[in-house]
Structures are given as C-alpha cells and as structure tokens.
C-alpha cells in the first residue's frame, strides 16, 4: 500500500506558468503603452482647447486683455493689462505644460480684448506621433477647433 502522495509543484510545472506570464507580459505593455500616450494625448489637447475658451470669456468676464502665449512647451494664459503689443507679458493667470516627449506644442499664441475679439490672431496645436489637436483664433474672435491625424500645418 502506497501511503506517499506528492504534494506542490515540479521545476516543469512552475518554468511553464513563468514562460506564460511573460510571454502575456510581452503581449500587454506594449498595449498599455499606446493606451497610455493616447490618454495623456487626448488629456493634453482637451486642456489646452479648455484653456483658450477659458481664456475668451475671461477677457469679457473681467474686462482686460488676455493673451494665449507659448513658449516652447508651454502654453501660458497671461493677463497682458493694458499692453496689447506682446501677448507673453504680464502676470500668469494658468498655464498647461507638456512633460512627456511623445506630444509637442506649436502654434503662435493669440490674444482677447476685454470684447473678446481678437488682438493677435493665431493657433495653438498638440501633436502626437499619429494626430493633431489645433485651436485657431480669428478676426472678431471666433475659435475654430480642428483635429485630424498627421501634424499641425
């Protein structure tokens, strides 16, 4: 009568589930690490499209002139006081800046008078590897909002 039973795992059994975890690890991070660009992507550009309109209705909500300002990748809304002349001037009221490598901020920069017509006419844009997010400001202050894939033109 044979009263000896095994008990836990053997070097093959264990070896096999380690090869299958990598294996499902290979296959996932590469997923996630797309999953992950795309949603900082989409998060940056909806941040910075929320910036311009809050900075429009700012000009005309507290009367003075509000300027959209980038500096390399940065994105400034500055409140320019009476000096319509350098949209980058004045006290910082918010900004948005881009940390991550994979997205790059372009554009010119505009400005609002306390109307909310434009002083300077321009674009911001957020591009990634595949896609673009643009705001562009024109004459009277009308916000053209544009997205598609390839970059900023």
């Known amino acids: 009568m044979n009263l000896h039973t095994n008990e836990g795992f053997s070097l093959v059994e264990t070896m096999v589930v380690i090869v299958l975890v990598a294996i499902l690890a290979l296959v996932a991070i590469p997923s996630f690490i797309k999953y992950y660009q795309t949603y900082k992507y ?26 959209i300002c980038r500096e390399g990748n940065t994105l400034k809304i500055i409140n320019m006081g009476t000096d319509r ?5 004045g006290s910082i009221m918010h900004s948005l800046t881009i940390t991550d490598n994979f997205v790059s901020l372009s554009g010119s920069g505009a ?11 321009g674009n ?15 004459r009277f202050g ?3 909002f544009e997205k598609g894939s390839g970059g900023c033109t």
Do not use: Q
């Open 124 to 138: 911001v844009c957020i591009t990634n590897s595949s896609s673009y997010s643009k705001v562009s400001i024109s």
């Open 142 to 144: 009308a916000m053209r």
């Open 111 to 121: 400005s609002f008078d306390p109307k909310g017509f434009a002083i300077h006419l």
């Open 85 to 89: 002349s350098n949209l980058c001037s």
């Open 42 to 67: 989409i998060d940056y550009a909806s941040t910075m499209e929320n910036l311009v309109r809050w900075a429009r209705i700012t000009a005309m909500e507290r009367t003075i002139n509000v300027g």
